[in-house]
């Protein structure tokens, strides 16, 4: 369930409108995000966790709106994230920001979005490719 969460928010804080850009799920963004997570204290895993569950439900909690977020059309999740970014409670906008950096390291850490920012890869070649 939280990967769903994730990739849902993934898709929506990096949605460029760019036709040609890449499907977040036609991506490793979301395994990249868990892969970093993976080497992270867990005391901030655990947080991040919180962070999602309190995304699904903060419609609810915050915004009276009667639906979680993995259910809400694409326009009524980008009203959401914008009231998380522009909350009066600091730990929301924080929340917003941490999501924000992870899903933007995601999804522009994967080749398949370079094109879109003119970027043609790495000069030299990571260890172990050719």
Request: charged content about 20%; glycine content about 6%.
């Given at each position: 369930?939280?990967?769903?969460?994730?990739t849902?928010?993934v898709?929506?804080?990096?949605?460029?409108?760019?036709?040609?850009a890449?499907?977040?799920?036609d991506?490793?963004?979301?395994?990249?995000?868990?892969a970093?997570?993976?080497?992270?204290?867990?005391?901030?895993?655990?947080?991040?966790?919180?962070?999602?569950?309190l995304?699904?439900?903060?419609?609810?909690?915050?915004?009276?709106?009667?639906?979680?977020?993995?259910?809400?059309?694409?326009?009524?999740?980008?009203?959401?994230?914008?009231?998380?970014?522009?909350?009066?409670?600091?730990?929301?906008?924080?929340?917003?920001?941490?999501?924000?950096?992870?899903?933007?390291?995601g999804?522009?850490?994967?080749?398949?979005?370079?094109?879109?920012i003119?970027y043609?890869?790495p000069?030299?070649?990571?260890?172990?490719?050719?």
């Amino acid at each position: 369930m939280e990967t769903e969460i994730l990739t849902q928010i993934v898709e929506r804080m990096v949605e460029t409108g760019e036709p040609a850009a890449p499907r977040v799920r036609d991506t490793a963004a979301v395994p990249t995000i868990a892969a970093l997570c993976q080497r992270l204290d867990p005391g901030v895993v655990g947080q991040l966790s919180l962070a999602l569950r309190l995304f699904e439900y903060g419609p609810m909690l915050f915004d009276f709106t009667f639906s979680r977020f993995s259910r809400m059309t694409q326009d009524e999740q980008d009203a959401s994230l914008e009231c998380w970014m522009r909350s009066r409670l600091a730990i929301r906008r924080q929340a917003f920001l941490a999501l924000r950096n992870l899903s933007m390291l995601g999804y522009w850490s994967q080749p398949e979005t370079w094109p879109l920012i003119g970027y043609r890869g790495p000069l030299v070649a990571a260890r172990g490719r050719t």
